[in-house]
């Protein structure tokens, strides 16, 4: 044990500030590019607690946030109660609200 090196100690002459000021913005660009699985849609739409409309909550992908009833879809849209089509790939996420 004696065998050890001696280790340098630096003195310490100033006040140590270790806090760290954290910036929040809330204008952050939305930079979450999520693919839509086709089968989540079809299991809002087969979910035995909404028989023919479910209202759900759509996240698009330039950040609006919408709530309508989903009543069906086609091959690239979502078919809404009032009769408004909406493109699966402007979806960033989609859930029932």
Request: hydrophobic residues 35%; glycine residues 2%; charged residues 30%.
């Amino acid at each position: 044990m004696n065998d050890l090196p001696k280790v340098y100690q630096n003195e310490i002459n100033h006040k140590i500030n270790n806090e760290q000021e954290i910036f929040v913005s809330s204008k952050k660009e939305i930079t979450n590019n999520k693919k839509i699985n086709l089968k989540d849609i079809d299991l809002i739409l087969n979910d035995r607690n909404h028989i023919s409309k479910a209202k759900v909550k759509i996240t698009l992908k330039n950040g609006k946030s919408i709530s309508r009833y989903l009543i069906s879809r086609d091959n690239n849209n979502l078919i809404f109660m009032d009769n408004t089509k909406l493109p699966i790939s402007d979806i960033n996420d989609i859930f029932v609200e």
